[in-house]
DNA sequence: GTCAATATACTTGTATACAAGTATATTAGT
DNA sequence: ACTAATATACTTGTATACAAGTATATTGAC
Protein backbone atom coordinates (compact mmCIF):
# COMPACT_ATOMS: atom_id res chain seq x y z
CA UNK A 1 0.00 0.00 0.00
CA UNK A 2 1.13 3.69 -1.20
CA UNK A 3 4.83 1.77 -1.93
CA UNK A 4 7.50 3.93 -2.82
CA UNK A 5 7.52 6.70 -5.04
CA UNK A 6 10.70 7.13 -5.85
CA UNK A 7 11.72 5.66 -9.28
CA UNK A 8 15.22 3.87 -9.29
CA UNK A 9 15.00 4.23 -12.71
CA UNK A 10 16.67 6.70 -14.70
CA UNK A 11 13.31 8.86 -15.62
CA UNK A 12 15.39 11.04 -18.48
CA UNK A 13 16.04 7.58 -20.47
CA UNK A 14 12.29 6.45 -20.36
CA UNK A 15 10.90 10.47 -20.99
CA UNK A 16 8.74 9.71 -24.04
CA UNK A 17 7.92 6.14 -23.35
CA UNK A 18 4.57 4.62 -22.22
CA UNK A 19 3.80 4.32 -18.85
CA UNK A 20 3.69 0.45 -19.81
CA UNK A 21 7.39 0.64 -20.79
CA UNK A 22 8.72 2.96 -17.65
CA UNK A 23 6.62 0.62 -15.47
CA UNK A 24 8.64 -2.16 -17.11
CA UNK A 25 11.69 -0.66 -16.62
CA UNK A 26 11.31 0.56 -12.72
CA UNK A 27 9.88 -3.09 -11.93
CA UNK A 28 12.53 -4.71 -13.40
CA UNK A 29 15.27 -2.40 -11.55
CA UNK A 30 13.00 -3.36 -8.57
CA UNK A 31 13.45 -6.71 -8.67
CA UNK A 32 17.10 -7.31 -9.96
CA UNK A 33 18.22 -4.76 -7.26
CA UNK A 34 16.33 -7.16 -4.47
CA UNK A 35 13.90 -4.30 -3.55
CA UNK A 36 11.41 -6.55 -4.57
CA UNK A 37 11.83 -9.87 -3.47
CA UNK A 38 11.87 -13.15 -5.08
CA UNK A 39 8.93 -15.00 -4.24
CA UNK A 40 6.44 -12.24 -3.99
CA UNK A 41 3.30 -12.12 -5.99
CA UNK A 42 2.41 -9.36 -8.37
CA UNK A 43 -1.21 -8.35 -8.27
CA UNK A 44 -2.15 -6.04 -11.27
CA UNK A 45 -4.68 -4.31 -9.17
CA UNK A 46 -2.58 -3.84 -6.39
CA UNK A 47 0.48 -2.60 -8.85
CA UNK A 48 -2.20 -0.37 -10.79
CA UNK A 49 -3.10 0.83 -7.17
CA UNK A 50 0.60 1.98 -5.89
CA UNK A 51 1.68 3.34 -9.03
CA UNK A 52 -1.63 5.14 -9.63
CA UNK A 53 -2.73 3.63 -13.61
CA UNK A 54 -5.13 1.27 -14.91
CA UNK A 55 -4.28 -2.24 -15.18
CA UNK A 56 -3.40 -1.94 -18.90
CA UNK A 57 -0.16 -0.60 -18.66
CA UNK A 58 0.67 -2.55 -15.37
CA UNK A 59 -0.80 -5.45 -17.76
CA UNK A 60 2.21 -4.54 -20.50
CA UNK A 61 4.70 -3.72 -18.21
CA UNK A 62 4.20 -7.47 -16.75
CA UNK A 63 3.85 -9.29 -20.27
CA UNK A 64 7.14 -7.46 -20.85
CA UNK A 65 8.89 -9.13 -17.42
CA UNK A 66 7.40 -12.54 -17.93
CA UNK A 67 9.45 -12.24 -21.87
CA UNK A 68 12.65 -11.57 -19.78
CA UNK A 69 12.04 -14.44 -17.43
CA UNK A 70 12.36 -11.84 -14.56
CA UNK A 71 8.31 -13.21 -13.21
CA UNK A 72 5.99 -15.97 -14.40
CA UNK A 73 2.52 -15.36 -15.18
CA UNK A 74 0.84 -17.95 -13.37
CA UNK A 75 -3.05 -18.30 -13.51
CA UNK A 76 -3.06 -16.15 -10.04
CA UNK A 77 -0.67 -13.64 -9.81
CA UNK A 78 2.43 -13.10 -11.50
CA UNK A 79 5.70 -14.93 -8.91
CA UNK A 80 8.83 -12.83 -9.04
CA UNK A 81 11.18 -15.27 -10.04
CA UNK A 82 14.44 -12.63 -10.33
CA UNK A 83 17.83 -13.88 -10.78
CA UNK A 84 19.85 -16.24 -9.49
CA UNK A 85 23.27 -16.50 -9.80
CA UNK A 86 23.27 -18.98 -12.13
CA UNK A 87 20.60 -16.65 -14.30
CA UNK A 88 23.72 -14.13 -14.64
CA UNK A 89 26.13 -17.04 -15.77
CA UNK A 90 23.96 -18.00 -18.47
CA UNK A 91 23.56 -14.04 -19.76
CA UNK A 92 27.16 -14.03 -19.53
CA UNK A 93 27.03 -17.36 -21.53
CA UNK A 94 24.67 -15.71 -24.19
CA UNK A 95 26.74 -12.52 -24.31
CA UNK A 96 29.85 -14.22 -24.88
CA UNK A 97 27.94 -16.28 -27.56
CA UNK A 98 26.27 -13.30 -29.36
CA UNK A 99 29.90 -11.16 -29.19
CA UNK A 100 32.05 -13.94 -30.51
CA UNK A 101 29.68 -14.42 -33.48
CA UNK A 102 29.89 -10.23 -34.37
CA UNK A 103 32.99 -10.59 -34.18
CA UNK A 104 33.48 -13.12 -36.63
CA UNK A 105 31.55 -10.59 -38.92
CA UNK A 106 33.30 -7.58 -37.95
CA UNK A 107 36.73 -9.07 -39.35
CA UNK A 108 35.36 -8.96 -42.77
CA UNK A 109 33.95 -5.26 -42.62
CA UNK A 110 34.84 -2.25 -42.85
CA UNK A 111 35.33 -0.66 -39.38
CA UNK A 112 36.59 2.50 -39.61
CA UNK A 113 33.07 3.85 -39.15
CA UNK A 114 32.38 1.55 -36.38
CA UNK A 115 35.76 2.35 -34.69
CA UNK A 116 35.00 6.79 -34.51
CA UNK A 117 31.67 5.75 -32.95
CA UNK A 118 32.89 4.05 -30.56
CA UNK A 119 35.43 6.39 -29.54
CA UNK A 120 33.09 9.11 -29.19
CA UNK A 121 31.56 6.54 -26.93
CA UNK A 122 34.50 6.18 -25.02
CA UNK A 123 35.07 9.87 -24.58
CA UNK A 124 31.16 10.21 -23.18
CA UNK A 125 32.48 7.65 -20.64
CA UNK A 126 35.62 9.73 -19.79
CA UNK A 127 33.44 12.38 -19.07
CA UNK A 128 30.50 10.49 -17.31
CA UNK A 129 33.52 9.57 -14.54
CA UNK A 130 35.20 13.15 -14.57
CA UNK A 131 31.33 14.15 -12.94
CA UNK A 132 30.56 11.07 -10.91
CA UNK A 133 27.50 9.99 -13.77
CA UNK A 134 27.21 6.53 -12.95
CA UNK A 135 23.92 6.76 -14.70
CA UNK A 136 25.24 8.38 -18.06
CA UNK A 137 28.15 6.09 -17.89
CA UNK A 138 26.03 2.89 -17.40
CA UNK A 139 24.26 4.47 -20.43
CA UNK A 140 27.44 4.97 -22.44
CA UNK A 141 28.77 1.37 -21.56
CA UNK A 142 25.74 -0.50 -22.94
CA UNK A 143 25.63 1.96 -25.66
CA UNK A 144 28.80 0.45 -26.25
CA UNK A 145 28.54 -3.09 -26.49
CA UNK A 146 25.08 -2.66 -28.27
CA UNK A 147 27.17 -0.21 -30.98
CA UNK A 148 29.34 -2.90 -31.62
CA UNK A 149 26.71 -5.52 -32.02
CA UNK A 150 24.57 -3.65 -34.29
CA UNK A 151 27.14 -3.06 -37.00
CA UNK A 152 27.18 -6.45 -38.17
CA UNK A 153 23.63 -5.42 -38.86
CA UNK A 154 21.82 -9.11 -38.44
CA UNK A 155 18.39 -8.62 -37.35
CA UNK A 156 18.18 -12.02 -35.11
CA UNK A 157 21.48 -11.27 -33.36
CA UNK A 158 20.00 -8.23 -32.52
CA UNK A 159 17.18 -9.59 -31.19
CA UNK A 160 18.77 -11.53 -28.94
CA UNK A 161 20.28 -8.83 -27.49
CA UNK A 162 17.54 -6.73 -27.35
CA UNK A 163 15.76 -9.58 -24.96
CA UNK A 164 18.84 -9.43 -23.02
CA UNK A 165 19.70 -6.04 -22.75
CA UNK A 166 17.11 -4.59 -19.80
CA UNK A 167 18.60 -6.77 -17.20
CA UNK A 168 21.97 -6.55 -18.72
CA UNK A 169 21.26 -2.33 -18.20
CA UNK A 170 20.06 -3.25 -14.85
CA UNK A 171 22.78 -4.74 -13.68
CA UNK A 172 25.19 -2.69 -14.69
CA UNK A 173 23.63 0.24 -13.53
CA UNK A 174 23.13 -0.78 -10.39
CA UNK A 175 26.67 -2.40 -10.18
CA UNK A 176 28.31 1.36 -11.19
CA UNK A 177 26.37 3.40 -9.03
CA UNK A 178 27.60 1.32 -6.22
CA UNK A 179 31.26 0.95 -7.36
CA UNK A 180 30.88 5.11 -7.65
CA UNK A 181 30.41 5.20 -4.33
CA UNK A 182 32.52 2.34 -3.35
CA UNK A 183 35.35 1.35 -5.82
CA UNK A 184 35.80 4.51 -7.58
CA UNK A 185 39.20 3.02 -8.63
CA UNK A 186 37.34 0.70 -10.82
CA UNK A 187 36.52 3.22 -13.37
CA UNK A 188 39.84 3.62 -15.13
CA UNK A 189 40.26 -0.06 -15.41
CA UNK A 190 36.81 -0.42 -17.31
CA UNK A 191 38.02 2.54 -19.68
CA UNK A 192 41.19 1.13 -20.45
CA UNK A 193 39.34 -2.73 -21.35
CA UNK A 194 37.43 -0.31 -23.87
CA UNK A 195 40.07 1.01 -25.10
CA UNK A 196 41.66 -2.28 -26.12
CA UNK A 197 38.32 -3.26 -27.12
CA UNK A 198 38.21 -0.31 -29.91
CA UNK A 199 42.00 -1.10 -30.93
CA UNK A 200 41.18 -5.03 -31.36
CA UNK A 201 38.58 -3.88 -33.80
CA UNK A 202 40.29 -1.06 -35.77
CA UNK A 203 43.12 -3.69 -36.12
CA UNK A 204 41.10 -6.28 -36.67
CA UNK A 205 43.28 -8.64 -34.57
CA UNK A 206 40.55 -11.79 -33.32
CA UNK A 207 42.95 -13.04 -30.32
CA UNK A 208 42.68 -9.27 -29.23
CA UNK A 209 39.48 -9.15 -29.94
CA UNK A 210 38.52 -11.88 -27.71
CA UNK A 211 40.69 -11.03 -24.95
CA UNK A 212 39.11 -7.84 -24.60
CA UNK A 213 36.12 -9.57 -24.85
CA UNK A 214 37.23 -11.64 -21.68
CA UNK A 215 39.17 -8.94 -19.93
CA UNK A 216 35.50 -7.28 -19.76
CA UNK A 217 33.79 -10.35 -18.69
CA UNK A 218 36.15 -10.90 -15.66
CA UNK A 219 35.46 -7.23 -15.07
CA UNK A 220 31.65 -8.05 -15.49
CA UNK A 221 31.93 -10.69 -13.08
CA UNK A 222 33.19 -8.25 -10.22
CA UNK A 223 30.31 -5.92 -11.23
CA UNK A 224 28.11 -9.27 -10.44
CA UNK A 225 29.77 -9.82 -7.05
CA UNK A 226 28.99 -6.11 -6.55
CA UNK A 227 25.54 -6.22 -7.29
CA UNK A 228 25.70 -8.88 -5.04
CA UNK A 229 26.62 -7.04 -2.05
CA UNK A 230 24.19 -3.96 -2.97
CA UNK A 231 21.38 -6.42 -2.61
CA UNK A 232 22.28 -7.24 0.69
CA UNK A 233 22.70 -3.95 1.25
CA UNK A 234 19.37 -3.07 0.11
CA UNK A 235 17.41 -6.06 1.66
CA UNK A 236 19.01 -5.34 5.04
CA UNK A 237 18.23 -1.62 4.68
CA UNK A 238 14.78 -2.47 4.10
CA UNK A 239 14.30 -4.82 6.83
CA UNK B 1 -13.72 -6.18 -45.13
CA UNK B 2 -14.60 -9.33 -43.50
CA UNK B 3 -11.76 -10.83 -44.46
CA UNK B 4 -10.77 -14.21 -44.74
CA UNK B 5 -12.31 -16.43 -41.26
CA UNK B 6 -10.71 -19.84 -42.08
CA UNK B 7 -7.51 -20.07 -39.49
CA UNK B 8 -4.45 -21.23 -41.13
CA UNK B 9 -2.41 -21.68 -38.07
CA UNK B 10 -3.73 -25.26 -36.96
CA UNK B 11 -6.42 -24.16 -33.83
CA UNK B 12 -5.64 -27.37 -31.46
CA UNK B 13 -2.12 -25.68 -30.51
CA UNK B 14 -4.17 -22.99 -29.21
CA UNK B 15 -7.50 -24.16 -27.87
CA UNK B 16 -6.76 -22.88 -24.55
CA UNK B 17 -4.81 -20.04 -25.12
CA UNK B 18 -5.73 -16.51 -25.11
CA UNK B 19 -7.41 -14.57 -27.62
CA UNK B 20 -4.35 -12.14 -27.98
CA UNK B 21 -1.48 -15.22 -28.51
CA UNK B 22 -4.08 -17.33 -30.98
CA UNK B 23 -4.55 -14.17 -32.95
CA UNK B 24 -0.49 -13.54 -32.97
CA UNK B 25 0.04 -16.98 -34.17
CA UNK B 26 -2.66 -16.58 -37.03
CA UNK B 27 -1.55 -13.63 -38.09
CA UNK B 28 2.31 -14.72 -37.76
CA UNK B 29 1.65 -17.24 -40.20
CA UNK B 30 -0.36 -14.99 -42.30
CA UNK B 31 2.43 -12.79 -42.66
CA UNK B 32 5.33 -15.47 -43.62
CA UNK B 33 3.21 -17.28 -45.81
CA UNK B 34 2.76 -14.27 -47.28
CA UNK B 35 -1.15 -14.02 -46.91
CA UNK B 36 -0.75 -10.98 -45.28
CA UNK B 37 1.72 -8.50 -47.91
CA UNK B 38 5.06 -6.83 -46.63
CA UNK B 39 3.95 -3.43 -46.06
CA UNK B 40 1.16 -3.41 -45.48
CA UNK B 41 -0.33 -1.27 -42.54
CA UNK B 42 -2.06 -3.06 -40.21
CA UNK B 43 -4.36 -1.19 -38.07
CA UNK B 44 -5.73 -2.47 -34.69
CA UNK B 45 -9.42 -1.04 -35.20
CA UNK B 46 -10.09 -2.82 -38.48
CA UNK B 47 -7.61 -5.87 -36.85
CA UNK B 48 -10.43 -6.27 -34.17
CA UNK B 49 -13.44 -5.67 -36.92
CA UNK B 50 -12.28 -8.28 -38.94
CA UNK B 51 -11.31 -10.75 -36.68
CA UNK B 52 -14.90 -9.33 -33.94
CA UNK B 53 -13.11 -8.93 -31.38
CA UNK B 54 -12.12 -5.64 -29.32
CA UNK B 55 -8.72 -4.12 -29.63
CA UNK B 56 -7.35 -5.26 -26.52
CA UNK B 57 -6.17 -9.18 -27.55
CA UNK B 58 -5.69 -7.27 -31.07
CA UNK B 59 -2.49 -5.18 -29.19
CA UNK B 60 -1.51 -7.91 -27.29
CA UNK B 61 -0.92 -9.89 -30.72
CA UNK B 62 0.58 -6.88 -32.06
CA UNK B 63 3.25 -6.55 -29.18
CA UNK B 64 4.17 -10.26 -30.01
CA UNK B 65 4.51 -9.86 -33.66
CA UNK B 66 6.87 -6.65 -32.70
CA UNK B 67 8.99 -8.60 -30.79
CA UNK B 68 9.61 -11.25 -33.04
CA UNK B 69 10.63 -8.18 -35.55
CA UNK B 70 7.41 -9.47 -37.93
CA UNK B 71 6.14 -6.39 -37.76
CA UNK B 72 7.29 -2.47 -36.83
CA UNK B 73 4.98 -0.71 -34.65
CA UNK B 74 5.06 3.05 -35.74
CA UNK B 75 3.48 5.97 -34.38
CA UNK B 76 0.49 5.32 -36.87
CA UNK B 77 0.05 1.85 -37.59
CA UNK B 78 1.77 -1.57 -37.40
CA UNK B 79 3.87 -2.20 -41.00
CA UNK B 80 4.22 -5.54 -41.76
CA UNK B 81 7.72 -6.38 -42.21
CA UNK B 82 7.78 -10.24 -42.61
CA UNK B 83 10.60 -12.38 -43.66
CA UNK B 84 13.49 -11.81 -46.09
CA UNK B 85 15.46 -14.29 -47.41
CA UNK B 86 18.07 -12.66 -45.46
CA UNK B 87 16.29 -12.70 -41.74
CA UNK B 88 16.12 -16.60 -42.68
CA UNK B 89 19.19 -16.84 -43.18
CA UNK B 90 20.12 -15.30 -39.88
CA UNK B 91 17.22 -17.27 -38.13
CA UNK B 92 19.56 -20.31 -39.02
CA UNK B 93 22.64 -18.58 -37.76
CA UNK B 94 21.01 -18.24 -34.48
CA UNK B 95 19.85 -22.01 -34.49
CA UNK B 96 23.12 -23.22 -35.80
CA UNK B 97 24.65 -21.05 -32.33
CA UNK B 98 21.99 -21.75 -29.70
CA UNK B 99 22.61 -25.81 -30.85
CA UNK B 100 26.51 -25.57 -31.30
CA UNK B 101 25.82 -24.49 -27.91
CA UNK B 102 23.64 -26.81 -26.49
CA UNK B 103 25.40 -29.74 -28.17
CA UNK B 104 28.60 -29.02 -25.89
CA UNK B 105 26.87 -29.40 -23.06
CA UNK B 106 25.51 -32.41 -23.96
CA UNK B 107 28.27 -34.04 -24.31
CA UNK B 108 29.08 -33.51 -20.68
CA UNK B 109 25.67 -34.92 -19.81
CA UNK B 110 24.07 -38.40 -19.11
CA UNK B 111 22.09 -38.14 -22.17
CA UNK B 112 19.68 -41.54 -21.51
CA UNK B 113 16.72 -39.73 -20.49
CA UNK B 114 16.97 -37.36 -23.49
CA UNK B 115 17.44 -40.33 -25.76
CA UNK B 116 14.50 -41.80 -24.55
CA UNK B 117 12.41 -38.63 -25.40
CA UNK B 118 14.07 -38.19 -28.54
CA UNK B 119 13.20 -41.81 -29.79
CA UNK B 120 9.51 -41.31 -28.63
CA UNK B 121 9.20 -38.11 -30.59
CA UNK B 122 10.91 -39.85 -33.88
CA UNK B 123 8.23 -42.76 -33.28
CA UNK B 124 5.42 -39.79 -33.27
CA UNK B 125 7.25 -38.21 -36.63
CA UNK B 126 6.72 -41.64 -38.22
CA UNK B 127 3.21 -41.94 -37.15
CA UNK B 128 2.68 -38.65 -38.32
CA UNK B 129 4.01 -39.48 -41.97
CA UNK B 130 2.43 -42.23 -41.97
CA UNK B 131 -1.33 -40.92 -41.86
CA UNK B 132 -0.26 -37.97 -43.79
CA UNK B 133 -0.33 -35.69 -41.12
CA UNK B 134 1.67 -32.18 -42.00
CA UNK B 135 0.58 -30.57 -38.89
CA UNK B 136 1.21 -33.01 -36.39
CA UNK B 137 4.48 -34.16 -37.91
CA UNK B 138 5.86 -30.09 -37.70
CA UNK B 139 4.70 -30.14 -34.08
CA UNK B 140 6.80 -32.97 -33.40
CA UNK B 141 9.59 -31.88 -35.05
CA UNK B 142 9.68 -27.93 -33.62
CA UNK B 143 9.14 -30.82 -30.62
CA UNK B 144 12.26 -32.38 -30.91
CA UNK B 145 14.54 -29.62 -31.53
CA UNK B 146 12.90 -28.02 -28.38
CA UNK B 147 13.73 -30.61 -26.42
CA UNK B 148 17.24 -30.97 -27.22
CA UNK B 149 17.87 -27.53 -26.13
CA UNK B 150 15.61 -27.60 -23.07
CA UNK B 151 17.71 -30.60 -22.07
CA UNK B 152 20.63 -28.72 -20.66
CA UNK B 153 17.82 -26.76 -18.65
CA UNK B 154 19.67 -22.90 -19.61
CA UNK B 155 17.34 -20.46 -18.99
CA UNK B 156 18.82 -17.63 -21.44
CA UNK B 157 18.88 -20.31 -24.10
CA UNK B 158 15.55 -21.04 -23.35
CA UNK B 159 14.50 -17.42 -23.40
CA UNK B 160 16.30 -17.22 -26.99
CA UNK B 161 14.93 -20.26 -28.66
CA UNK B 162 11.30 -18.80 -26.98
CA UNK B 163 11.91 -15.58 -29.17
CA UNK B 164 12.83 -17.39 -32.25
CA UNK B 165 10.59 -20.47 -31.97
CA UNK B 166 7.64 -18.95 -33.68
CA UNK B 167 9.14 -17.98 -36.43
CA UNK B 168 10.57 -21.87 -36.85
CA UNK B 169 7.41 -23.09 -36.31
CA UNK B 170 5.58 -21.61 -38.75
CA UNK B 171 8.20 -21.81 -41.56
CA UNK B 172 8.25 -25.56 -40.65
CA UNK B 173 4.49 -25.24 -40.90
CA UNK B 174 4.42 -24.32 -44.30
CA UNK B 175 7.05 -26.15 -45.70
CA UNK B 176 5.64 -29.40 -44.50
CA UNK B 177 2.27 -28.76 -45.65
CA UNK B 178 3.84 -28.21 -49.09
CA UNK B 179 6.19 -30.97 -48.91
CA UNK B 180 3.11 -33.30 -47.75
CA UNK B 181 1.62 -32.76 -51.21
CA UNK B 182 4.83 -31.91 -53.71
CA UNK B 183 7.48 -33.82 -52.01
CA UNK B 184 6.39 -36.65 -50.28
CA UNK B 185 9.63 -38.58 -50.92
CA UNK B 186 11.18 -35.87 -48.57
CA UNK B 187 10.01 -37.20 -45.55
CA UNK B 188 11.66 -40.22 -44.90
CA UNK B 189 14.98 -38.47 -45.84
CA UNK B 190 14.29 -36.06 -42.56
CA UNK B 191 13.45 -39.07 -40.50
CA UNK B 192 16.55 -40.46 -41.33
CA UNK B 193 18.58 -37.18 -40.22
CA UNK B 194 16.55 -36.82 -37.08
CA UNK B 195 17.91 -40.79 -36.45
CA UNK B 196 21.53 -39.63 -37.03
CA UNK B 197 20.64 -36.54 -34.23
CA UNK B 198 19.56 -39.41 -31.70
CA UNK B 199 22.37 -41.35 -32.30
CA UNK B 200 24.93 -38.83 -32.43
CA UNK B 201 23.31 -37.42 -28.95
CA UNK B 202 23.54 -41.20 -27.52
CA UNK B 203 26.87 -42.06 -28.54
CA UNK B 204 28.14 -38.02 -27.36
CA UNK B 205 29.85 -37.93 -30.77
CA UNK B 206 30.60 -34.38 -31.51
CA UNK B 207 31.58 -34.54 -35.06
CA UNK B 208 28.48 -36.55 -35.87
CA UNK B 209 26.51 -34.30 -33.98
CA UNK B 210 27.61 -31.07 -36.15
CA UNK B 211 27.50 -33.52 -38.72
CA UNK B 212 23.82 -34.37 -38.12
CA UNK B 213 23.12 -30.05 -37.46
CA UNK B 214 24.48 -29.39 -40.70
CA UNK B 215 22.33 -32.19 -42.48
CA UNK B 216 19.95 -30.37 -41.04
CA UNK B 217 19.68 -27.11 -41.69
CA UNK B 218 20.52 -28.16 -45.49
CA UNK B 219 17.52 -29.94 -45.12
CA UNK B 220 16.16 -26.83 -44.29
CA UNK B 221 17.64 -24.87 -46.54
CA UNK B 222 15.00 -26.96 -48.95
CA UNK B 223 12.54 -26.41 -46.49
CA UNK B 224 12.94 -22.50 -47.18
CA UNK B 225 12.98 -22.48 -50.87
CA UNK B 226 10.02 -24.36 -50.77
CA UNK B 227 8.48 -21.72 -48.28
CA UNK B 228 9.22 -19.31 -51.22
CA UNK B 229 7.42 -21.50 -53.79
CA UNK B 230 4.45 -21.63 -51.66
CA UNK B 231 4.80 -18.07 -51.09
CA UNK B 232 4.67 -17.47 -54.37
CA UNK B 233 1.89 -19.73 -55.58
CA UNK B 234 -0.38 -17.71 -52.23
CA UNK B 235 0.52 -14.11 -54.06
CA UNK B 236 -0.69 -15.45 -57.29
CA UNK B 237 -3.52 -17.15 -56.02
CA UNK B 238 -4.92 -13.96 -54.63
CA UNK B 239 -4.50 -11.39 -57.05
C1' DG C 1 -3.94 27.32 -59.39
C1' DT C 2 -1.33 27.61 -54.90
C1' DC C 3 -0.67 28.00 -50.20
C1' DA C 4 -2.28 28.20 -45.34
C1' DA C 5 -5.73 27.19 -41.92
C1' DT C 6 -9.21 24.49 -40.37
C1' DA C 7 -11.99 20.25 -40.14
C1' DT C 8 -12.27 15.34 -40.25
C1' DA C 9 -11.22 10.82 -39.68
C1' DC C 10 -8.15 8.35 -38.31
C1' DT C 11 -4.42 6.66 -34.76
C1' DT C 12 -2.49 5.17 -30.01
C1' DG C 13 -2.42 4.89 -24.86
C1' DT C 14 -4.93 4.63 -20.75
C1' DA C 15 -9.05 4.09 -17.78
C1' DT C 16 -12.94 1.64 -16.60
C1' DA C 17 -16.47 -2.05 -16.77
C1' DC C 18 -17.77 -6.61 -16.75
C1' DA C 19 -17.77 -11.72 -17.28
C1' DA C 20 -15.82 -15.96 -16.06
C1' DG C 21 -12.83 -18.46 -13.28
C1' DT C 22 -10.17 -19.71 -8.81
C1' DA C 23 -8.48 -19.69 -4.12
C1' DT C 24 -9.81 -18.79 0.61
C1' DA C 25 -13.01 -18.12 4.33
C1' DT C 26 -17.25 -19.32 6.31
C1' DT C 27 -20.97 -21.86 7.37
C1' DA C 28 -23.84 -26.17 8.00
C1' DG C 29 -24.29 -30.77 9.04
C1' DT C 30 -22.88 -34.71 11.55
C1' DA D 1 -13.83 -31.70 15.85
C1' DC D 2 -14.06 -32.64 10.97
C1' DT D 3 -15.80 -32.72 6.31
C1' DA D 4 -18.76 -30.72 2.51
C1' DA D 5 -21.07 -26.94 0.52
C1' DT D 6 -21.55 -22.31 -0.05
C1' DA D 7 -20.11 -17.46 0.05
C1' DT D 8 -16.55 -14.02 -0.60
C1' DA D 9 -12.92 -11.75 -2.31
C1' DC D 10 -9.84 -12.14 -5.14
C1' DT D 11 -7.86 -13.15 -10.08
C1' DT D 12 -7.46 -12.77 -15.37
C1' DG D 13 -9.14 -11.73 -20.13
C1' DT D 14 -11.88 -8.96 -22.97
C1' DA D 15 -14.91 -5.06 -24.21
C1' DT D 16 -15.73 -0.38 -24.26
C1' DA D 17 -14.94 4.60 -23.42
C1' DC D 18 -12.31 8.54 -23.74
C1' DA D 19 -8.34 11.78 -24.19
C1' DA D 20 -4.57 13.31 -26.80
C1' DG D 21 -2.11 13.24 -30.90
C1' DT D 22 -1.37 12.87 -36.18
C1' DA D 23 -2.21 12.38 -41.06
C1' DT D 24 -5.41 13.60 -44.71
C1' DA D 25 -9.11 16.18 -46.76
C1' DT D 26 -11.48 20.36 -47.19
C1' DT D 27 -12.05 24.94 -47.15
C1' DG D 28 -10.81 29.81 -47.74
C1' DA D 29 -7.84 33.58 -49.11
C1' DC D 30 -5.12 35.41 -52.58
Known amino acids: MGGKKEYIYPLKWIANASMGVRLA ?9 GMIEKGTVLSENKLALEF ?4 SPIREALKVLASENIIRLERMGAVVVGLSEKDIKEIYDVRLLIETFVY ?19 EMMEVAIKYRDADEFSYQDVLFHETI ?3 IDHSYIMLIWNNTKPVMESLILLSMRMRLEEKYD ?43 MSQQMLTKGSE
Open 25 to 33: CELRMRIIS
Open 52 to 55: EVSR
Open 104 to 122: ERIVKMDTSELVKELSKIH
Open 149 to 151: IRS
Open 186 to 228: DFPRILKNHKVYIEAIKIKDRDIMIQALHQNFDDVQGKVEDLW
